[in-house]
Every structure is written in structure tokens, then in C-alpha cells.
């Protein structure tokens, strides 16, 4: 039993990067439609950008707070250039383009940075074990920052003017426009948003997974069946959905053994397909033809 309680609480521990990372795969499907398969590897790369500021002797927090500032930089460059053009695109060729962004990061990753494995360090201490050894220092502060992200999101998109126009622009483009939001503009917040976020989740996970270009490819995986688990169009649901994805995880690791641990995943994600296709918390949507 204790080790049931431990894998839980170690479960929502890492569960919670799983529930940022959905989170901003949710962000980016709101407005777009589209899952960005790049998320990921976008948030690699700044953690490796914050990985060589503290290699230069940056503060940790300094070096935090600039690679999330560079994210949230990228995701507005992407959205601008790369996929503003292709709004009316087939679906096809905008998938094809997030891929082709996954190998981009992910080769300019390895190209500038290595290929070889490196240590992150974490900002919470040691890996002593808290609770009786329930949870690691690194994971309860993990949680902590994910509580306080999503308490600082929902007061931006619930009582921010740029937060309330984000929301009504990712319900219906058309009308706002009508009313004069500016959906071009809106939509860069909401991808440089989504990428700032992805990129605290790289730096939360980087300590646990250590530091190389292919180390949020599992994360992603997690955190697609988390959003498709509570619901691609609910932010709510994407943060139960991925701390229930890492619960599930940990649970399935002390049963099974933790090579099933992926597949366990993408069998999750075609469960939910096949029988709640808008998942736990998402909406069903009926259109006339």
C-alpha cells in the first residue's frame, strides 16, 4: 500500500509537467485546430539555451526567466511566419510542417549544443527524498511552479483585457474581428504563450531526464494522451489529463514493469478516441451540412 501511495504522489509529481506541456498543446488546438507535434522539441531548445546561459555563470532563475522570454519569442516567430501563410492550407500540409519543425529543432539542437548527454541542474535542492521519501525535492517543487503557472494563467485569461480577447478569439475569429480584435496579433500571443510554457516544462523535466535533444519526446507523447485523455479543447481538462497520464504511468511501472510504460500511452490515446472522442472534459460539437 505505501508503495501504491508513493507511486501516486510521484505520479502527480511529474504528472504536472505532463499537464503544462498539454496545456499548451490545448493553447495552440484552440486557435489553430492543428496539434503541434514540434511543442516538444521547441521546448528542447530552450532548455539547452538556458543550459548554455548557466554554463556562462547566469544565475539560475535569471537564466529561467530569459529562456522562457526566448520562447515565448519563437512561438510568436513561428506562428508569424510558418503558419500564418498556411491558414488556409490543407490539414495534410500543415501536419507536414510541424514535423518538418520537430526535425528542424531538433537538428539545430544537435548541430549547436551536441548530441551527447548533459546534466541540468534543479533549483529545489538535492534529490533527497521528502515525506518518507514519497517525493524528491525537485518533483514537489516541480509542482509547485506548475500550480503557480496555472493560477497566473487563469487570472490572465479571466481578468486581463488581452487574456479575455485570446479567449474570444480562439471561440470564433470571425466575430472578433467584426468587434475589432486584432486575430493576427492575438494569435501570436497565443503561440508565444504556448511555446513560453513548453519551455518551462523543458526546464522542470531536463533534471529529472537530463539534457539532450531527444529528451521530450516521451514528455510529449505523455502529455498528447494527457490533452486527449481530459479533453483537446479544455484547458482544465488538460491539466487533469496529465497528472492522471502520470499517475497512470507510475502505476503501471510498479505493476507491469516500465517497458509497457509508451505503449500504455498510445493505448490511451486510442481508447479515449474510440469511445470519447472529445475526451473527459471536452466539447461536442455538432455541424450542419
Given amino acids: 500500500m505505501e508503495d501504491v501511495l508513493q507511486q501516486v504522489i510521484s505520479g ?4 504536472s509537467v505532463y499537464a503544462i506541456v498539454a496545456l499548451a498543446l490545448v493553447m495552440i488546438y484552440q486557435t489553430t485546430h492543428h496539434v503541434n507535434f514540434a511543442q ?28 522562457t522570454a526566448i520562447g515565448f519569442v519563437v512561438g510568436a516567430a513561428v506562428e508569424r511566419v510558418v503558419i500564418r501563410p498556411l491558414a488556409q492550407a490543407p490539414v495534410l500540409a500543415v501536419v507536414v510542417v510541424f514535423i518538418g519543425l520537430l526535425v528542424i529543432f531538433n537538428s539545430v539542437a544537435g548541430w549547436a549544443f551536441g548530441y551527447s548527454v548533459q546534466t541540468f541542474p534543479s533549483p529545489f535542492g538535492g534529490g533527497t527524498g521528502l515525506w518518507g521519501g514519497m517525493v524528491s525535492a525537485h518533483q514537489l517543487g516541480s509542482l509547485v511552479v506548475t500550480v503557480a503557472l496555472l493560477l497566473l494563467l487563469f487570472v490572465f485569461f479571466r481578468f486581463t483585457p488581452w487574456g479575455l480577447a485570446l479567449r474570444a478569439v480562439a471561440e470564433n475569429p470571425a466575430s472578433s474581428s467584426l468587434v ?47 490533452a486527449v485523455l481530459g479533453g ?58
Fill in 180 to 226: 475589432g480584435i486584432r486575430v493576427g496579433s492575438m494569435l501570436a500571443l497565443g503561440w508565444g504563450l504556448a511555446s513560453a510554457i513548453g519551455a518551462v516544462a523543458g526546464m522542470l523535466v531536463a533534471p529529472i531526464v537530463f539534457l539532450d535533444p531527444n529528451m521530450m519526446m516521451s514528455v510529449l507523447l505523455y502529455a498528447f494522451a494527457g
Fill in 40 to 67: 516538444g522539441e521547441m521546448a528542447m531548445f530552450c532548455t539547452y539555451l538556458a543550459w548554455a546561459l548557466l554554463q556562462k555563470g547566469v544565475p539560475y532563475w535569471l537564466a529561467f526567466a530569459a529562456a
Fill in 12 to 15: 502527480l509529481a511529474t504528472g
Fill in 232 to 289: 483537446i479543447t479544455s484547458p482544465v481538462g488538460a491539466v487533469v489529463g496529465g497528472l492522471a497520464v502520470g499517475v497512470l504511468e507510475n502505476l503501471v511501472g510498479l505493476l507491469i514493469g516500465n517497458e509497457l510504460k509508451l505503449s500504455v500511452a498510445l493505448a490511451l490515446i486510442i481508447g479515449v478516441l474510440l469511445v470519447r472522442p472529445a475526451g473527459l472534459f471536452g466539447r461536442v460539437s455538432v455541424s450542419r451540412v
